[in-house]
Each structure stands twice: as structure tokens, then as C-alpha cells.
């Protein structure tokens, strides 16, 4: 029974003995190497670039006060449409003391030349009715009367438009009353009821009671490298994407390059700027992140192959022609145009000639 028993064990290492042998021989033969294969191609290639901006107006324009004040009233609301000279809001009027004291200076005084003028008249008249005095002098009586009621009235409406903000005479031309310069959407309404505002002047630019655009006028604004802007012209058609609306794409054309370019993440970047086609079906806001893609080149109905086919020794490009089953020939070829994934090939190969690829690789 022991001796059964040794032989078990010899005939056991035995075996693992021979396998492990078997095994580093097989491991150590060389493995056959093989390759993906690519077919050359006739078609176009096309370089294009995206560039990152965003959408906006053409013009985006600001309404500002045309006196200082306190927003009284808010007619119209972000998102609403406004008409050109439409109401937006309505201010109530903070004086200024010293001009408010001239003004009521300047009524007073034209009520005493007014008071003076009356009598001056009446007196005039009485004797031009008795034949006393000529017409000439007659009228110049009149004409003087006429005068102090007009600069009566004129003192009167300046006292008013700088109390009140607007004038008896001319309620329909309020100062008070903010209206849009332009028709368009208003993007933003940045003041409250309550809030002071200021008339824009020497010194500041004034409170923006709102923001009015065209928004049927939109604008791609993006920059794009230097090392691309070279083959940009304008002119030039672009495809817009819009993150905010998927799937969903717009036709631009460039309009605008920089002359100067601005450094970005040390990079020197132009700005560009496209005018967008707007479809009736969609609402495009304002500020929407978007991307264009820019045809750079093009090269139409010309031989290409995939670019990880090809290898490159200084100036010069090669690729590995297919002769036989794994048998390849190394072969020079000039090349053109690259996408970044396929590379024309202006000579060296023929539409279907097959080509060795990358390495394989196994699971």
C-alpha cells in the first residue's frame, strides 16, 4: 500500500513538472503579430474648429432717467415687449432747494413786470381812446404786456417741472415718465418702487431703470486662437449649438473679426462676432452658452486614409501597402489636408489600395 502510494506522488510531480516545462516553451515563442487594415478612400475632408461664446443681442440699449427721483410706478416687467416712446416707469420728482428757490424767485419777479405791464396798458388805453397818444406807441404798450404774460407763463412751467417734474402745459412731455428709446424686449428691469434714481451727467452714467433689445437681432460672440484665426474671413458660413437646447442647431455668418487679439489663460485669442439666423419656432434668450463650428479647409473628392495608417521619418510620410496575407510593403506617400482623424493623400496610393493599421489587441 506505501509503495501505491509513492507512486502517486512521483507520477503527480511528474506531471506538474512536465506541465510547467510545456508551459514556459509555449509562452516563450514569439506571438504573431497582426494588424487592423485600412482601405483607402475618395471624399472630402474638412478642417473645422469650435469656438465657445455665447448668444446675445446686436444691441442691447439702456433706459435712463432724464431727471433724479424716486420710482413711483413700474408699468412693464422683464420679459414683456415694449414700443418706442411706451411708459416703462414713473418717477417722483426730489428738487434741488437752490434751483427750486430761483425758480420761485423768477415767478415772483415776472408777476411784478406782468402787474407793472397791466397798468402800463390801461393807462396807455385810456389815452389812445382820447386820441392822446399815436398807434405806435400804442403798441408797443401792448407788445410789452404781452411779453411779461409770456415770461409769466415761462416762469411758471420751469417752477412746475423742477417741483413736479412735469409742466401744465406740456403733462404729455413728463420728465417724470421713463420711456423706451427702442422697441424690443426688455431683458432686465434692475430698480425697484422706492428706489432713488439719477439722471445721467458729466459725472456718472446715470441709473439703468431698464435694458430694451431686438432680440430678432442676435449675435454669436466668441473668441477664437490665434493660430486659427488666419483662416477665417468674413463671410464665412458657422453652425451654432446651443447647450440649453439640445439637438438643435443655427446657421450664422461671420461678420466681425478682431484686429487685436486678448490674452486668455495665456492665450492670445480674437473675438469674433457672427450674425445669427433666428427661427420663428424657438425662443433664444439672451446669454445662452453656445459653440460654432468654422469650416477652416476643405479639399473635395480626394484620396484619404485614416492618419494613425501613416509613419513619419523627418520630412518625409510613409505607409505599409498591403502585398499579400500579412505581407506589407513600405511605401512613400505625400500627403495634404488632415481633419485630425483622416489625411488626404495627394500621391502614393489609389482609391481601395489597403493599408497596414494599428497593432491588434488582444483580449
Not at 281 to 296: H, P, Q
Not at 315 to 344: C, H, M, Q, W
Request: hydrophobic letters at 40%; a negative charge; proline letters at 2%.
Amino acid at each position: 500500500m506505501k509503495r501505491i502510494f509513492k507512486y502517486i506522488i512521483f507520477a503527480v510531480i511528474a506531471i506538474v513538472v512536465i506541465g510547467t516545462f510545456v508551459f514556459l516553451f509555449v509562452d516563450s515563442k514569439p506571438e504573431k503579430v497582426e494588424y487592423n487594415e485600412l482601405t483607402a478612400q475618395k471624399g472630402d475632408v474638412v478642417k473645422s474648429t469650435v469656438i465657445t461664446g455665447k448668444i446675445v443681442p446686436r444691441d442691447e440699449v439702456n433706459i435712463k432717467p432724464q431727471i433724479n427721483g424716486i420710482i413711483a410706478e413700474l408699468y412693464k416687467e422683464a420679459g414683456q415687449q415694449v414700443q418706442q416712446n411706451e411708459i416703462i416707469a414713473k418717477l417722483k420728482v426730489i428738487p434741488d432747494m437752490n434751483s427750486l428757490s430761483s425758480a420761485q424767485s423768477r415767478v415772483r419777479l415776472a408777476e411784478i413786470n406782468l402787474k407793472q405791464a397791466q397798468t402800463n396798458f390801461e393807462r396807455e388805453k385810456a389815452l389812445y381812446d382820447k386820441n392822446l397818444v399815436s398807434s405806435e406807441e400804442y403798441d408797443q404798450v401792448c407788445q410789452s404786456l404781452n411779453q411779461a404774460k409770456e415770461e409769466k407763463a415761462a416762469a411758471q412751467d420751469a417752477l412746475e417741472v423742477i417741483r413736479d417734474g412735469v409742466s401744465s402745459s406740456n403733462a404729455t412731455g413728463s420728465s417724470t415718465l421713463v420711456r423706451s428709446t427702442v422697441t424690443g424686449l426688455i431683458l432686465d428691469i434692475p430698480v425697484k418702487v422706492g428706489n432713488s434714481v439719477i439722471q445721467a451727467n458729466t459725472m456718472n452714467d446715470g441709473t439703468t431703470v431698464a435694458t430694451v433689445a431686438n432680440m430678432n437681432d442676435l449675435i454669436f460672440d466668441g473668441n477664437i486662437d490665434e493660430t486659427e484665426v488666419g483662416s477665417l474671413s468674413e463671410g464665412n458660413g458657422m453652425t451654432i449649438t446651443i447647450g440649453a437646447i439640445s439637438g438643435y442647431t443655427l446657421d450664422a455668418v461671420l461678420e466681425y473679426i478682431s484686429p487685436k487679439a486678448v490674452e486668455n489663460n495665456g492665450a492670445n485669442q480674437f473675438e469674433i462676432k457672427a450674425a445669427v439666423k433666428v427661427p420663428d419656432d424657438k425662443m433664444i434668450r439672451s446669454g445662452y452658452s453656445a459653440n460654432a463650428e468654422v469650416v477652416l479647409e476643405k479639399a473635395e473628392d480626394v484620396i484619404y486614409v485614416q492618419e494613425s495608417a501613416l509613419e513619419f521619418e523627418g520630412d518625409n510620410s510613409y505607409v505599409f501597402l498591403k502585398k499579400a496575407e500579412n505581407e506589407y510593403e513600405r511605401i512613400p506617400v505625400t500627403i495634404g489636408l488632415s481633419d485630425g482623424i483622416n489625411i488626404e493623400i495627394t500621391s502614393g496610393l489609389k482609391e481601395g489600395d489597403v493599408v497596414r493599421g494599428t497593432k491588434k489587441i488582444k483580449e
